[in-house]
C-alpha cells in the first residue's frame, strides 16, 4: 500500500521529527503537513535522527482538502467514539486487513491537544483507533503514528521475512542424548546413580533437554563440562589409588 | 501480566517521561531504572503528560540483577539478530502468546545509543525484536517500549481466562542466580574455572537458563546435582591428603 501520513495543524517540531523517524523504521517516506504551526528546526531533525530525508522532503499545505487531493483512501485517527463515526472505525490491529490492494491512502493525524475536528473527520472513509488504557488514554502524537505505521509494516512484510529471523539452528535428537548419556555417566562416577531418587532425577533432566530447545553448541558446552568434571574426579580416582 | 519496564543505563529524560507516558497508555506504571544517566527533571515531566505517577514511583537500582531479583521471566529487546540469540528471539507480535499466565515478568530495554550488552542479554529468556525497515531499523527508546507494551495490552484485552490454564510454575530470577552461582562453585573446584574457555562457558550458561524457564523443582534437582558433584569431588580431595 503506498501510504502518506498527513500531520494536521502539528504544534511541536519534536512530534513532528518523532514521527518521520517512526515512519521511516516502518518503511515510509511521504509526510505532508497541513498548517504547520511549528517550524522544521534543529529539534525536529534531532528527532527524527536517520530520518533527516524524510523531513527534508515533507510537503507543507494549506489544507486537509489540498493534502488529500492525490489520495484514493483516508484513514483518520480519533480517540473520539461517538455514535457518529462508530460505523467506521477499526483498530490498529483491524486496519491492515482493511487497506488490501495498492489504492494511494492517507493516514491523517490531528494536533497534539485536541486531535481532528468532526469536520475533518467527514474527510476519513475509516477512522483508526488505538485501544489504550482509561486511566490515561491519550497516545502523544509521533507515538499514534509509530502504532498505526507498525501495523502497517507488520501486515507488509512477508512471512519468509520472518521464519528467517527466527530460523533456530536445534541440536539433533542423537546429540541431545549422547548429551543424557554423558551426563549418566558423570553422576555415576560420582555415586549418585545407586540413589533411590536418581530415577527422577533422570526423568527431569531429560525433560529438560526436550523443552530448552538447545542448540549444537550449547550440547558441546554442557559435554565440555561433563567431561571436566569427569575428568576432575577421575584425577582424585587415581590419586586415591 | 504483571509486567514492569527496566529501563537500563538511559542517557535522555524526554525518553524516560515518554516511556512512562507509553506505558500508562497501555495500563501499566511499574517503571525501574538501573544505573540512570539522566535525572528525573522537568523534561522527563513534560514528556511523560498525564503518565506522573508512573515516574514519581519509579525504582532506581545500581544493576541489572537488582531490577530483575523479584521477575520470573526477563524479556530483553535487541537489534541484534545473531545466531546465538537465535533461539530465544520473538517478535513483538508473537510476544504476548509466550507470556501466558502471570508470571511476574519484566520487558528490558537497553541505552538509545548501544542496547542491551550481550551479558545483559544473557538474563534474558526471551529476546524481543520489533521488525523494521533496512533503511532506518533504530527505533527510539520509548517508541519501542511503545510497540512492546502496546502489543502486550492489545493481546489482554482481548483474551480470556482460558489461557491461564497451562500456567507454568516459574522459579524465581533469585533462585537462577543461586543455581548459576552453585555451578559456578563446582568448576571452579573442579579446575575449570582458571580455563580460558570459561567466561564464555558461564554466558552460555546463564543464557540457556534464562531461556528454559527454569520451574522451582528443576532448580532444586540441578542444584542437588551440583551438591552431589561437589560432595563426590570434596571426597577426593580429603583421600588424597
Given at each position: 500500500?503506498?501510504?502518506?501520513?498527513?500531520?494536521?495543524?502539528?504544534?511541536?517540531?519534536?512530534?513532528?521529527?518523532?514521527?518521520?523517524?517512526?515512519?521511516?523504521n516502518?518503511?515510509?517516506?511521504?509526510?505532508?503537513?497541513?498548517?504547520?504551526?511549528?517550524?522544521?528546526?534543529?529539534?525536529?531533525?534531532?528527532?527524527?535522527?536517520?530520518?533527516?530525508?524524510?523531513?527534508?522532503s515533507?510537503?507543507?499545505?494549506?489544507?486537509?482538502?489540498?493534502?488529500?487531493?492525490?489520495?484514493?483512501?483516508?484513514?483518520?485517527?480519533?480517540?473520539?467514539?461517538?455514535?457518529?463515526?462508530?460505523?467506521?472505525?477499526?483498530?490498529?490491529k483491524?486496519?491492515?486487513?482493511?487497506?488490501?490492494?495498492?489504492?494511494?491512502?492517507?493516514?491523517?493525524?490531528?494536533?497534539?491537544?485536541?486531535?481532528?475536528?468532526?469536520?475533518?473527520?467527514?474527510?476519513?472513509?475509516?477512522?483508526v483507533?488505538?485501544?489504550?488504557?482509561?486511566?490515561?488514554?491519550?497516545?502523544?502524537?509521533?507515538?499514534?503514528?509509530?502504532?498505526?505505521?507498525?501495523?502497517?509494516?507488520?501486515?507488509?512484510?512477508?512471512?519468509?521475512?520472518?521464519?528467517?529471523?527466527t530460523?533456530?539452528?536445534?541440536?539433533?535428537?542423537e546429540?541431545?542424548?549422547?548429551?543424557?548419556?554423558?551426563a549418566?555417566?558423570?553422576?555415576?562416577?560420582?555415586?549418585?546413580?545407586?540413589?533411590?531418587?536418581?530415577?527422577?532425577?533422570?526423568?527431569?533432566?531429560?525433560?529438560?533437554?526436550?523443552?530448552?530447545?538447545?542448540?549444537?553448541?550449547?550440547?558441546?558446552?554442557?559435554?565440555?563440562?561433563?567431561?571436566?568434571?569427569?575428568?576432575?574426579l577421575?584425577?582424585?580416582?587415581?590419586?586415591?589409588?
Amino acid at each position: 500500500v503506498p501510504v502518506t501520513v498527513v500531520l494536521v495543524r502539528p504544534t511541536r517540531q519534536g512530534n513532528i521529527g518523532a514521527a518521520a523517524r517512526a515512519m521511516a523504521n516502518m518503511g515510509l517516506d511521504r509526510l505532508v503537513l497541513v498548517e504547520p504551526a511549528a517550524p522544521i528546526g534543529d529539534e525536529a531533525r534531532a528527532f527524527a535522527f536517520g530520518a533527516g530525508h524524510v523531513l527534508e522532503s515533507a510537503r507543507r499545505v494549506g489544507s486537509l482538502a489540498e493534502a488529500l487531493a492525490d489520495q484514493e483512501r483516508v484513514v483518520g485517527t480519533s480517540v473520539v467514539r461517538s455514535r457518529e463515526i462508530a460505523t467506521r472505525v477499526v483498530t490498529a490491529k483491524e486496519l491492515p486487513a482493511k487497506l488490501a490492494g495498492d489504492s494511494p491512502t492517507a493516514l491523517v493525524f490531528g494536533p497534539e491537544s485536541s486531535g481532528l475536528t468532526t469536520e475533518e473527520l467527514t474527510h476519513c472513509g475509516l477512522i483508526v483507533h488505538i485501544p489504550s488504557s482509561n486511566v490515561q488514554p491519550s497516545l502523544n502524537l509521533a507515538q499514534a503514528v509509530m502504532v498505526v505505521v507498525y501495523e502497517l509494516y507488520q501486515a507488509a512484510i512477508t512471512t519468509t521475512d520472518l521464519e528467517q529471523l527466527t530460523l533456530p539452528e536445534l541440536a539433533s535428537q542423537e546429540e541431545v542424548e549422547g548429551l543424557l548419556g554423558h551426563a549418566h555417566e558423570l553422576l555415576a562416577a560420582a555415586g549418585f546413580a545407586r540413589d533411590s531418587s536418581y530415577t527422577g532425577v533422570q526423568r527431569d533432566l531429560r525433560a529438560l533437554a526436550a523443552r530448552s530447545a538447545l542448540s549444537p553448541h550449547e550440547v558441546k558446552v554442557l559435554r565440555g563440562i561433563c567431561r571436566r568434571l569427569g575428568h576432575a574426579l577421575a584425577r582424585r580416582e587415581i590419586g586415591d589409588s
